[in-house]
């Protein structure tokens, strides 16, 4: 992939390193929308150096004059591009681009892809109002090539009200009353303190911590949790600081430390990425309670939605989220 500057008019279509993608994320700053934590730059940026062996990265910008209108962070392997990032770390993906200009975007990638001979785009866990979900597969659609798209995963997601007591409203009555109750019992034992760290404040001590509670939480998070993955994790907490993103929360009763949720505050929503507890107390049902105080936390902080991301345990379900289909979308391009 040489071409560097191409035009397909009226607009330019270039090439450009994934380190200096950063450049475009301004906050506030530009048109461009970032549609989520797992497509800003340092986020793929430590995906890449953990997992980037054996791709060749394709980060594609598109300009109108000389306004950015799009960009694709794409990886491409055997004449096949996607996303950098992979479902396993990246609950949702998608392109970043100008709002009112993503059908643009979309032509002026496609008709690049296939100038250098890009076999297919493929496109997964795309949310329900994705670019790629929508843009991209009518524009395949328009030109002969039809996406072939199917649903992947779920996610879990809320809006949030006002106020605590109309979150518990919100909730049916059997859940609401299960979840007064543990709420109570685990007050009955002894003080009960939910503690936000952010950013900075977020050390290697602490997120050794989280690491062992999610570990010892859960046989499967135990196996996923490999020296690669810890690097990983490392990586992208001191990404998500730098950008002033970083939450690690520990739920404390008494003098115990019994829980931990790692999440991400962006576009004045929650991403509830990563937990776990101390199984010892898991009668006191420490994860479930962890996660309504980080929902309190986050009613009190005035914050608009609040995200269980990808995964279909039931707890979601119970404390009001609502289901989001997750696709993967193929475009045949040759």
């Known amino acids: 992939m040489?071409?560097?500057?191409?035009?397909?008019?009226?607009?330019s279509v270039s090439q450009e390193n994934l380190e200096n993608m950063g450049r475009y994320y301004l906050p506030g700053g530009n048109n461009l929308r970032w549609p989520s934590v797992f497509v800003l730059p340092?986020?793929?940026?430590?995906?890449?150096?953990?997992?980037?062996?054996?791709y060749e990265p394709l980060v594609v910008v598109v300009k109108e004059d000389e306004e950015v209108i799009?960009?694709?962070p794409l990886k491409?392997?055997?004449g096949v591009a996607s996303f950098i990032g992979d479902n396993s770390v990246c609950?949702?993906?998608?392109?970043?681009?100008?709002?009112?200009?993503?059908?643009?975007?979309?032509?002026?990638l496609l008709d690049y892809l296939t100038a250098h001979e890009v076999k297919s785009l493929v496109m997964e866990t795309l949310r329900p109002e994705s670019v790629g979900g929508h843009n991209f597969v009518e524009e395949g659609k328009r030109r002969g090539a039809p996406a072939a798209c199917s649903q992947i995963e779920v996610s879990f997601e809320m809006e949030l009200p006002t106020s605590w007591e109309t979150y518990l409203a919100s909730l049916e009555s059997k859940q609401r009353r299960d979840v007064?109750?543990?709420?109570?019992?685990?007050?009955?034992?002894?003080?009960?303190?939910?503690?936000v760290l952010r950013d900075s404040e977020v050390g290697e001590d602490e997120l050794a911590v989280f690491f062992q509670m999610m570990t010892e939480s859960r046989h499967d998070k135990a196996l996923f949790m490999t020296v690669e993955m810890r690097s990983f994790f490392q990586k992208i907490a001191a990404a998500m600081s730098s950008y002033g993103l970083l939450r690690l929360a520990f739920l404390d009763v008494g003098v115990a430390r019994v829980a931990a949720i790692l999440y991400f505050?962006?576009?004045?929503?929650?991403?509830?990425?990563?937990?776990?507890?101390?199984?010892?107390?898991?009668?006191?049902?420490?994860?479930?309670?962890s996660k309504l105080y980080c929902i309190k936390q986050a009613i009190e902080e005035r914050k608009k939605g609040f995200d269980f991301l990808k995964g279909s345990e039931?707890?979601?379900?119970?404390?009001?989220?609502?289901?989001?289909?997750?696709?993967?979308?193929?475009?045949?391009?040759q």
């Not at 949702?92 to 100008?98: K, R």
Request: glycine fraction near 8%; hydrophobic fraction near 40%.
């Open 314 to 333: 039931v707890y979601k379900f119970r404390l009001g989220g609502r289901e989001a289909k997750l696709s993967r979308c193929v475009i045949d391009l």
């Open 42 to 54: 340092d986020w793929l940026d430590a995906w890449w150096q953990v997992f980037g062996a054996g």
């Open 76 to 78: 491409l392997k055997d």
């Open 91 to 108: 609950d949702y993906l998608d392109f970043i681009t100008a709002p009112g200009k993503e059908d643009a975007f979309a032509r002026a």
């Open 265 to 289: 505050e962006h576009n004045d929503r929650i991403y509830l990425y990563n937990s776990g507890y101390m199984p010892q107390y898991a009668e006191m049902n420490v994860g479930l309670v």
């Open 180 to 195: 007064e109750r543990k709420m109570r019992q685990l007050d009955k034992v002894a003080e009960v303190r939910f503690l």
């Open 2 to 11: 040489n071409c560097q500057g191409c035009n397909f008019m009226p607009y």
């Open 70 to 72: 799009g960009i694709a």
